[in-house]
Each structure stands twice: as C-alpha cells, then as structure tokens.
C-alpha cells in the first residue's frame, strides 16, 4: 500500500467481505462473544460490519447513510467488556486475518486499528 491509498482501496470490499465472515465463523466458536448476538444467525451482524470496516478504511459511506455516526462505545456499553473479551474479540479478528492474503503493511495497519478500537471499548 502506498501512502495515498486507502486500506478500503488496497483490500477492496470481497478481502474486508471475506475478512467478516471468518471473524464471524469464530465469533460463533467463541461462547461469551457469541452470546453478545440476540440474531439466530450473525447474517445482520456481518452486514453491520462490513458496511463500518468499508467506510472507516476509505470506503463508500453506507454505514453512515444507514446507521448514522458509528458510537461505537456507546452502541456497545451495554455489555460488560473487559480485557479478556477484548482479547477473545482481537484472536477472533486476527485468526481472520490469517484467511485473507492481505499484505504486510496492510496487516500492521489493520492490527494496529482493531487494537486501538479494541482497547477503547473496554468499559469494565
């Protein structure tokens, strides 16, 4: 990736797609994560963020025409996050991240982001 190019434009939307469905498929082998989803399915949950990771990496801005602001914390303080779900969420995340051929730069970039949202949902 160069320094004038998106992460968005670097993975394009079917990697961050790919991406969202294998964190799901371990979120749902993650008990206390899982369980944070009322859905019978993570269907909506997927779309949820894949239209976020879309626009935060420079993307088209659906996720705000749909939803409006992110809020991240406050959409999620209803749950108790501590360090240790945030550490289930983080392996949940980076072991999709090793399904996806994603490049080096790119990849620090990508773990860099999700820890530092990572560390700012803790609220317990």
Not at 18 to 35: D, G
Request: contains cysteine; aromatic residues 12%.
């Amino acid at each position: 990736m160069n320094s004038g190019e998106s992460i968005y434009s670097s993975l394009g939307e079917e990697k961050i797609k790919t991406l969202v469905r294998h964190f799901y498929i371990h979120v749902s082998e993650a008990p206390k994560l899982r369980k944070l989803y009322p859905e019978k399915d993570l269907v909506a949950a997927e779309e949820r963020l894949f239209l976020f990771l879309i626009h935060v990496f420079g993307g088209p801005s659906t996720y705000l025409e749909k939803r409006g602001h992110p809020m991240l914390r406050r959409r999620h303080f209803q749950w108790a996050i501590d360090e240790h779900m945030r550490n289930t969420w983080l392996d949940c995340m980076f072991r999709a991240m090793d399904k996806v051929e994603i490049e080096t730069d790119i990849r620090e970039a990508l773990m860099n982001y999700f820890v530092k949202v990572a560390n700012h949902m803790i609220n317990r």
